[in-house]
Nanobody, 117 residues
Framework: QKQLVESGGGLVQAGGSLRLSCAAS?????????MGWYRQAPGKQRELVAD???????NYADSVKGRFTISRDNAKNTVYLQMNSLKPEDTAVYYC??????????WGQGTQVTVSS
């Protein structure tokens, strides 16, 4: 059973928008504190994009501040990443990550985001 399932990636022109979704399975949702989005571009390390705690505290990478918004719908066990004003350098595979209260990590399978210039 997949515990985190991402959706919403795709191809968009520079300046466009995409919304990513990550749904957590019921088997882990009650143990999850922090959920976040990471990305990995070819030849680069995976990096934090944004994360959000169960209480709603958010954290963003400097490169996406003012353009991306992370949100969480606890009733739907889902976290979202609204990405606006996309740039070619945002092109990467985006991964959802959940961290439990006991610091166990769960990862989604990743979704490709490609921004054309």
């Amino acid at each position: 059973q997949k515990q985190l399932v991402e959706s919403g990636g795709g191809l968009v022109q520079a300046g466009g928008s995409l919304r990513l979704s990550c749904a957590a399975s019921r088997s882990i949702i009650f143990s999850i504190n922090r959920m976040g989005w990471y990305r990995q571009a070819p030849g680069k390390q995976r990096e934090l994009v944004a994360d959000i705690t169960s209480g709603g505290t958010t954290n963003y990478a400097d490169s996406v501040k003012g353009r991306f918004t992370i949100s969480r719908d606890n009733a739907k066990n889902t976290v979202y990443l609204q990405m606006n004003s996309l740039k070619p350098e945002d092109t990467a595979v985006y991964y959802c990550k959940g961290t439990s209260w006991s610091r166990e990590n769960y990862w989604g399978q990743g979704t490709q985001v490609t921004v054309s210039s």
